[in-house]
């Protein structure tokens, strides 16, 4: 058996290697519900356990003077091995769900064994302390994505939507001290869940494009968006916005513009233009134009007489989505953002943002950042409070998945021409 990896946050000690490769060993021969019963009594009850010795390595785990800090880490990393090893098939989700909500149940069993007890109130006290943790709250979307629930109730909150939105996962299911197995099993399934939305995608449009269309219900719009709205998006993304030219062609033709340009400061005056272009005239001379003018002027304005470097464009472009969506999880303010979805909508705003992702496709994975910071905001807000990020989400993944997709989608810009 080989050890586990060690986490960031320091060394492994006997005792948590024992746990782990005692785990490693069970998720092999026992059937997942067996597991989560016995994931229930090790950690949850903390009595009860049918190995005494790996019950007392976890009681010394509980009582080192770093178990505050370290312990969410170790649970952590504890769920992951069975996890880990029910991802893969389809048929194992529930137990995920069960091993996930366990966490949240109360213990039922009281202390017998007075030697421990100390021990055991301990461990309950982390394990209750560890639902507050972001290493929980990932675990409780990685629950969302896996989850065979179809309640499309206006109700629910926004967390149970996350698995629409594959370029979320890399940020809202993946946390400090998350094993890299688990990192590439969340990567695995994104790119599954993405591949399934492009071909179903793929199959509405050419549906839709059909002069005597199958009846309507067996081709489903695979979006949250009205028919109406999804071909007015996919016009907006991949079909002529300037004459003849499409989102991609207007980014490829500012990037051969670039090349002329001599100093950095001259860039960021072409970069305005190049963003205000596709901004509404009368919206534009309101206020936003007068923004981002003073935002640009700002950046780095003392290199703006130094030739423009490919550092410059990423670092632009990157604090440029900072003030276009949403700065940070310290700083979740996001009233410009919040502007123009009301005053352009979510398409135009879509399309404005997907300009600067084509211009310097190294921000995609920054942008998709922002989206993930605005959604774990929102996550416990019902999906009635938060329509309007919703359907910039739906809008995102439109515009990525048109223009950065892993499978042929050119056939969609020859039909919304």
């Not at 024992?18 to 026992?30: A, G, I, K, P, W």
């Amino acid at each position: 058996m080989s050890t586990w990896t060690p986490y960031p946050t320091g060394d492994i000690t006997q005792a948590e290697q024992r746990l782990y490769e005692h785990l490693l060993n069970v998720v092999q021969t026992e059937p997942p519900r067996q597991l989560v019963e016995r994931f229930r009594l090790l950690f949850i009850e903390g009595v009860g356990y049918p190995d005494g010795a790996i019950a007392r390595s976890l009681d010394h785990i509980v009582n080192t003077t770093t178990a505050d800090q370290e312990f969410r880490f170790i649970l952590n990393r504890c769920c992951h091995i069975l996890i880990n090893r029910w991802q893969t098939r389809p048929q194992l989700y529930p137990a995920i769900a069960a091993l996930i909500d366990s966490l949240t149940s109360a213990p039922t069993r009281p202390i017998t064994d007075y030697t421990r007890s100390r021990s055991i109130r301990r461990l309950r006290e982390l394990v209750k302390q560890f639902v507050y943790t972001e290493q929980f709250l990932t675990l409780r979307r990685l629950g969302q994505v896996v989850s065979q629930s179809c309640d499309h109730s206006p109700a629910q909150p926004l967390v149970t939507l996350i698995r629409r939105y594959p370029y979320l996962y890399e940020h809202c299911l993946v946390a400090e001290g998350t094993p890299s197995a688990h990192q590439a099993s969340i990567r695995h399934l994104q790119t599954q869940v993405q591949r399934q939305f492009e071909l179903d995608l793929s199959k509405y449009v050419t549906h839709q494009a059909r002069r005597n269309p199958t009846p309507t219900g067996l081709i489903q719009n695979p979006t949250l968006l009205s028919d109406r709205d999804l071909g007015l998006a996919l016009q907006q993304f991949v079909g002529n916005v300037e004459g003849s030219a499409t989102c991609r062609d207007v980014a490829q033709r500012f990037i051969s513009h670039s090349n002329q340009i001599r100093c950095y400061g001259e860039f960021k005056s072409e970069l305005y233009q190049y963003i205000t272009a596709s901004v509404d005239s009368e919206y534009g001379k309101r206020q936003f134009n007068s923004q981002l003018s003073q935002y640009l002027k700002h950046t780095l304005s003392d290199v703006d007489s130094l030739p423009l470097t490919d550092f410059l464009v990423v670092r632009t472009c990157s604090q440029l989505l900072n003030f276009l969506v949403v700065d940070s999880p310290k700083r979740p303010q996001h009233f410009v953002f919040v502007d123009l979805l009301s005053n352009l909508g979510a398409t135009s705003t879509t399309r404005l943002l997907l300009k600067i992702v084509l211009l310097c496709s190294r921000v995609k994975p920054y942008l998709e950042k922002r989206f993930s910071i605005l959604f774990n905001h929102y996550e416990s807000h019902s999906r009635e409070q938060v329509q309007w990020l919703i359907v910039a989400m739906e809008n995102l993944h439109l515009a990525l998945s048109t223009n950065f997709s892993t499978v042929n989608l050119c056939f969609v810009n020859q039909l919304v021409r």
